[in-house]
């Protein structure tokens, strides 16, 4: 196995889903202001296993975010129940978020021209 290609454990497993939990938690508050919970519970459309994910990472990575003015967070305004912070995405996200977008978009196409570059090689070598 290459240098640097682990078995998905341990702290690069965590630094990868760091790096794609950001623009997910920025997309999910593109759609709404939310609280760490209903974001923690959207994280499965992309794909998150979220009985294996770890909550503390949701509010560490809202909290990074708001340090870095992407969001900000205000106490909500529940009548029942224990009060919850409420995210919100700022201009600055909406910018992060574009950015990564098209970082995704490219790295995409990268890895399919990988990809069709391998397949052609195996097919050729068959």
């Not at 690069?12 to 999910?28: A, E």
């Not at 994280?43 to 990472?57: A, I, M, R, V």
């Not at 106490?75 to 919100?88: D, H, I, K, N, T």
């Amino acid at each position: 196995m290459p240098r640097g290609m682990g078995t998905g454990r341990g702290r690069g497993r965590r630094r990868r889903v760091m790096s794609f939990l950001q623009p997910c938690l920025l997309f999910l508050l593109r759609r709404g202001e939310a609280h760490g919970y209903s974001l923690l519970n959207g994280l499965d459309e992309f794909g998150f296993d979220l009985e294996q994910l770890d909550p503390s990472l949701i509010y560490r990575a809202l909290r990074d975010m708001e340090d870095k003015g992407w969001v900000v967070s205000r106490w909500g305004e529940e009548s029942q129940g224990p009060q919850r912070r409420v995210y919100q995405i700022l201009p600055d996200g909406e910018e992060r978020l574009m950015d990564w977008i098209n970082d995704l978009r490219k790295t995409r196409d990268e890895i399919d021209r990988l990809l069709l570059a391998y397949e052609q090689h195996v097919n050729r070598t068959d």
